[in-house]
């Protein structure tokens, strides 16, 4: 491994050197994963001071949409160029659109500047694993994106907290201001200790494919994230972007086949255990940003539960997340085995998402506590050994494009999850309305089907009754079909083969002292 020279010293120990670098990458990590989150909390203040509430949406599309487009493209460019000068100009990128974001006069400019940001987050997070990819073998490597998943946690449960406290004292601008101190420090730290090999590719970048790509995926998350809300969803735009969306992915499938240096070389996919790994990190996707959607609007409406700390009503799933991502990792590290990983853990997120589909208005804040922490620890065992597995099944050439695909199909299957749930959510609740309610139930909700507290609090009280109610079927038919998805996920999980990682099984010396093990592939 080309930068393995730097992970471990003659001792087995691990150099300072290294453990910057990992602060600096967590720091990273943590800049892509808090953003949106912060953001989340600031919007209403942003609204009252800019104005342009119709296009309140686009501050976070913007960035959802430059984020997926750009993250295949990042990937690719890191494996042709060398990933340590990519990563860090997609950290620069990043805090050149936060710098601009906190100065934007009016929502036009915030919108853009928050794609600029979106663009420069695209590379946070594929470098990060990347990185990791190329400094620590498999067989170590799982402890490390066992951090990495608690990173993640930290951020979704401190996010809305840090977001509202930024906003409340000092100013809603401040909430983009905060990365630029956090980015200077990880580049700062990128730049003095982490050594890998430069690269120059011989052929160009396949633009063809890239834009191809960048449509394709435009156009689903705009699908996504326009059906059944801006649009209905057999409305002519929704079929027009469906329509370009194929044409433009069965166009891109075609010309990888023939580009010298493809974007996402299609051989990749030859590996049964990549391919795997690619269905369940969608449905962890899927599952994931829809039960983080759901739940606390099922505690705020239904349990009474206040909505100034939200991302505490999640702690149980984020606490068991956490605690099973550190152990799976440490399990694998120690042990080189985690084909038992993606299978309980996606039978647990069956489990635990039919149990959050049994809550009702009687349903006690211990007990879907407790359901929470089922759904955790089945998202805990999956949310980072399928990174590990899907590079495991690469070769070090594809490093880069691997952890780019994973990192696609989770943020696409979260972008489908919480469009189809959201949906089938919605629908229910307006049903239940409108049969509970009378007229009055349909008025409630004929804009939106989610009410914030302020909006409940002066419903007359059988409207409000009518309200939780429907709440309550809206979740269990979401999250019903959450557990449906997640059978599949739990077949994928079935038929993984566990291939011995790299640098887990007869190690050579290199002159440096290293362990080197040659690539282990496997086909379908």
């Known amino acids: 491994m080309a930068a393995a020279e730097a992970v471990t010293d003659k001792a087995g120990g691990q150099p300072r050197s290294v453990r910057v670098v990992l602060f600096a990458l967590m720091i990273a990590m943590m800049l892509a994963m808090l953003d949106n989150m912060i953001i989340g909390t600031a919007m209403p203040t942003i609204v009252g001071e800019l104005g342009g509430l119709e296009h309140l949406s686009w501050v976070v599309t913007a960035y959802t ?39 934007a006069q009016d929502m036009g400019q915030l919108i853009g500047f928050r794609a600029v940001q979106g663009l420069g987050a695209g590379g946070l997070m594929v470098g990060v694993m990347a990185i990791i990819g190329d400094l620590i073998p498999p067989r170590e490597r799982g402890k490390y994106q066992g951090m990495m998943a608690g990173v993640m946690a930290l951020a979704m449960i401190g996010g809305p907290l840090v977001g509202g406290t930024i906003t409340d004292h000092w100013g809603w601008r401040w909430a983009f201001y905060i990365n630029l101190p956090l980015g200077i420090v990880a580049l700062l730290a990128i730049s003095a200790v982490l050594h890998l090999p430069k ?10 494919g890239a834009g191809l790509l960048t449509v394709g995926i435009t156009a689903i998350v705009l699908v996504t994230t326009w059906g059944g809300t801006e649009y209905a ?24 086949t023939k580009a010298a240096e493809p974007v996402l070389p299609l051989h990749i996919f030859r590996s049964r255990n990549f391919t795997l790994m690619s269905i369940i990190g969608f449905i962890v996707g899927f599952v994931m940003f829809g039960a983080t959607l759901f739940l606390p609007l099922y505690q705020q409406s239904v349990q009474g539960a206040s909505a100034t700390n939200s991302g505490l009503l999640l702690l149980p ?32 997120m069956v489990v635990g998402l039919y149990l959050l589909s049994t809550m009702d208005t009687g349903t006690s804040r211990l007990t879907s506590g407790v359901f929470m922490a089922v759904v955790g620890l089945g998202m805990g065992c999956l949310m980072q050994i399928t990174m590990l597995v899907a590079q495991n099944s690469v070769e070090m050439k594809d490093m880069g494009v691997a952890s780019s695909s ?18 089938l959510f919605n629908n229910r609740v307006q049903d239940v309305m409108a049969e509970q309610a009378g007229a009055l139930g349909s008025k409630v909700t004929e804009q939106s089907a989610q009410l914030d507290a ?31 998805v997640a059978v599949i996920a739990l077949v994928a999980a079935v038929f993984v083969k566990e291939v011995p990682l790299k640098g887990a099984g007869p190690k050579e010396d290199s002159p440096g002292g290293t362990a080197v093990q040659k690539p282990v592939t496997e086909t379908v």
């Open 65 to 103: 949409l430059a984020t997926a487009a750009s993250t295949p493209l990042w990937g690719k460019l890191g494996d042709m160029y060398g990933r340590k000068g990519i990563f860090m100009s997609s950290i620069v990128l990043f805090l050149i659109g936060s710098a601009l974001s906190g100065m």
């Open 199 to 208: 690269k120059r590719a011989q052929t160009q970048i396949d633009y063809l």
């Open 233 to 256: 969803w057999t409305s002519a735009r929704i079929m027009e972007l469906i329509g370009i969306g194929v044409a433009a992915l069965v166009g891109f499938v075609f010309w990888q």
């Open 317 to 348: 799933m984020l606490g068991a997340m956490l605690v099973t991502s550190m152990v799976a990792g440490r399990v694998t590290t120690n042990t080189g085995r985690y084909y038992v990983f993606p299978v309980v853990g996606s039978a647990l």
């Open 406 to 423: 994973t990192t696609l199909f989770r943020t696409l299957g979260s972008s489908f999850g919480v469009a189809i749930m959201g949906a």
């Open 454 to 484: 302020a909006s409940l609090a002066k419903l007359p009280e059988a409207a409000r009754e009518a309200y939780q109610h429907a709440v309550s079927a809206g979740t269990h038919s979401a999250f019903l079909l959450g557990a449906v």
